[in-house]
C-alpha cells in the first residue's frame, strides 16, 4: 500500500518528486536516513525507472557522493546499499555505464554531455563534450581505456580516450577553468541513420538500445532490430 502511493504520488507531479527525493538524499547527514533515501532510490529504478529518465543525471550523482571518503562512518554505512542502487542504475539505464577495475562511473545527460566519475574519491573526473542531443546510451570499453556514447536524437556515435592525461586534456582542450574536473573531446565520431527506427520512446530504449565490446577496439551498437558496428 505504501508503495502504491508513492508511486501515485511521483506520477501526479514526477518532477518535484525526483527532486525532493535527490535533494534529500544529497542533504540527509544521519548514515540510516540516507540509507532509506537511497533505498527508496533503487525501489524507483526496478518499479518505476521511466519516472528518473528525465532528472537521472542528478539523481546518480546524489549517489555517488553518498560514497565521500572525508565522511567514512557515512560511507561504512551506505556503502553496501550504494552499491546495490549503482548496480540497478547501470542495469536499467542505457546511459550509466561502470568500470569496475577503474571504479569509475559515466552518465549520459539529456543536454548532450556526459559526466565521469571516480567512485574512489566521488568527484566528478571528466566532462566529455560533443553530443548536442541528449546522450542515449554509453559504455567502457573491456580496459577502461575509451568510452563510446551514442546519441540517438543526433544519429552519432562519439569515441572518448578515458584516460588522457595531461598532455592528452590540453590537445583535447581541457579548460583549465575546471580544476575539480576535465573537459574532454571526442577522439572520432561515426554518424549514422536508422530512420524511423531513432524516433524511439524511453521506455523502448531503456529494453532495446545498448552497446556491447566484441573486441578491444570494436563495439557494436543494438538499437530495436537494427546492429551496427563500430572500429573505435
Not at 500500500?1 to 525532493?20: D, E, Y
Request: hydrophobic share 40%.
Amino acid at each position: 500500500m505504501a508503495q502504491k502511493a508513492i508511486f501515485q504520488i511521483s506520477a501526479a507531479n514526477t518532477p518535484l518528486c525526483v527532486s525532493t527525493l535527490t535533494h534529500d538524499t544529497n542533504d540527509s547527514k544521519k548514515p540510516t536516513e540516507k540509507s532509506g533515501f537511497l533505498k527508496l532510490i533503487s525501489l524507483f529504478i526496478r518499479k518505476r525507472p521511466l519516472l528518473l529518465h528525465a532528472n537521472l543525471s542528478g539523481l546518480v550523482e546524489a549517489v555517488v557522493k553518498s560514497l565521500d571518503p572525508n565522511i567514512p562512518k557515512m560511507r561504512d554505512t551506505v556503502l553496501q546499499t550504494t552499491t546495490s542502487v549503482l548496480h540497478d542504475l547501470v542495469k536499467t539505464f542505457p546511459s550509466v555505464t561502470f568500470h569496475g577495475g577503474l571504479q569509475k562511473l559515466a552518465v549520459g545527460t539529456l543536454e548532450g554531455a556526459s559526466i565521469i566519475y571516480d567512485l574512489r574519491t566521488a568527484t566528478r573526473l571528466h566532462i566529455l563534450e560533443g553530443h548536442t542531443k541528449s546522450v542515449t546510451a554509453i559504455s567502457f570499453s573491456g580496459d577502461g581505456r575509451l568510452i563510446v556514447s551514442c546519441s540517438l536524437e543526433e544519429g552519432t556515435v562519439r569515441v572518448w580516450n578515458a584516460n588522457p592525461g595531461f598532455l592528452g586534456m590540453i590537445a583535447n582542450g581541457t579548460s583549465r577553468k575546471t580544476p575539480l574536473s576535465s573537459s574532454i573531446r571526442p577522439s572520432k565520431t561515426f554518424g549514422f541513420n536508422l530512420g524511423d527506427d531513432a524516433r524511439l520512446s524511453v521506455a523502448s530504449i531503456l529494453e532495446s538500445v545498448y552497446f556491447d565490446w566484441v573486441a578491444d577496439r570494436t563495439v557494436k551498437l543494438y538499437v530495436k532490430d537494427s546492429i551496427m558496428s563500430f572500429n573505435v
